[in-house]
């Protein structure tokens, strides 16, 4: 085996699943998926479309009227404009576009800054990249928003690019306009290219994303990744897209042309469907999250937990150095003692040390027999 | 939306919501939302609550019909009226007024079909304003009130822990 991947740790989310899938009756707070089925009418057009016959490779950066839409849609949602010609790559989820993205920027040696905690796949790419991850960490006073004093001391000459994601995983925390700004110039005077995971972009509350590519300046240098998983429910299609500069979509269509052709033709379909027709079940959805975090967050809160409100995505990230627990000891103690699973915060970096990820991608009623055990675990210690 | 719209949403959805519930989930104060609720109760904005059954689960018996009913709308008897000596039957549970080729839809429950046949040749049909009925017997439900209740609860395929 190459020394590189030996190297690479599996992710602290497989270590949890290992022992938690083998509780029964076990509640989950540990799902980073929604719990909706994809909408009737976009499984329908995935249907129809194999009825049809419709089974064929598509061109490389994907089906074109699917581009077209993705461009509509970034322009007429973020305010942004690609060419579905030469800046969008439809990719196997946001995943691959992490990866290509890594891969098509990366020199040997460079340095790529990473906010953790952030999701799991990150810091693997970057090295399978050859890079080198450095890593800035928002603090959670701050409701976990990257401000430029955390990047202070960390930009050097080696320093090619930036990863931000916002809304985020694990931390639900989102940056508005005047946070970007705050950043944009930094990232402007070091000349560092940005990837941004948009992968929750529909799903803040109260507020509407903004994409730091909207910002002056910004989307010549910044590659924005984006999907179906999250907004759509579409996680098991592995439909994602990216969109940039035209010489970095060419360079990471080059990658994704060799290593996978193309994203699955009927999930392509099923994309322009959501694409067109799923605006109202991405309202309707988030408006169901949005009351299934006000219960939780107010529920942590009651049984005295430090939880910063989160204002995007579908998690929830409190504290527990409250209770002098390490974050891997008390989510396997609640597990075993209440079966209820919620992922250690240190699984997205080792500043999320004394935090728990609880996800809310669940019915009400789960979220609160699940607060309800909780809180008896609380008192159990 | 305004509250109103978004409090009736979720009741629909859900009936037992009580304002607490409701208010958590909005992120307001309880006595903002059981001010609305009474409020509206008051204008008979809500007007009731109901429990999806699937009756077909059950020992019950008994058969739903749908009957189509034109009328001829008289001076003094407009279609309101019409209406409302039919709805005023217990076996009628939902009346409506249609456009198209007839003009009223008449829901009806019966313990069996001589039931509901009776209603319609002795209470319905006789009526001065009815030219025509068409009566349509409910085979299976399949969907009521926006939810799905032929089908399976389908249990969570998901993985217990995701990144
Ligand atoms: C921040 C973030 N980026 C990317 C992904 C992967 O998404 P996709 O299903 O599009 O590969 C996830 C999924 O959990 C995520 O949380």
Redesign the pocket.
Known sequence: MSQRIKELPFSGIRKFFDVAKEIKGAISLGV??PDFDTPWNIRAEAIYQLENGSTAYSSNAGLLELRQEISRYMRERFHLEYSPLSQIVV????????DIAMRAIIEPGDEVLLVEP??V?YKPCVLMAGGVPVIAAPKAENGFRLRPEDLEGKIGPKTKAILI?YP??PTGAIMDLHDLELLAEIFIKHDLCVIS?E??AELTYGQEHVSIASLPGMAERTIV?N????AYAM?GW???YACGPASVMEAMLKIHQYVLMCAPTTSQHAGIEALKNGAASVRAMKSEYDGRRRVIVSGLREMGLDCFEPKG?FYAFPSIKSTGLSSDDFCMRLLKQERVAAVPGNAFGECGEGFIRCSYASSIDSLKEALKRIGRFLESL | MELRETLLGMLERDSRLLPEDLAERLGLQIEEVASELGAMVDEQVICGYHTLINWDKTKREFVTALIEVKVSPQHGMGFDKIARRIYLFDEVKAVYLMSGGFDLTVIVEGDNIKDIAYFISDKLAPMESVLSTATHFVLKKYKDHGIVIERQKKPDERMIV??
Do not use: H, Q
């Not at chain 1, 990719?91 to 992490?98: K, P, R």
């Not at chain 1, 999907?227 to 999250?230: D, E, L, V």
């Open positions: 980073g998926e990719t196997v989820g946001a995943s691959e576009g992490i952030c999701f796949s994601s985020s995983n995971d992968i929750y990744l999907g179906f998983s999250k996680t592995r439909l994602g995505a | 995701s990144p």
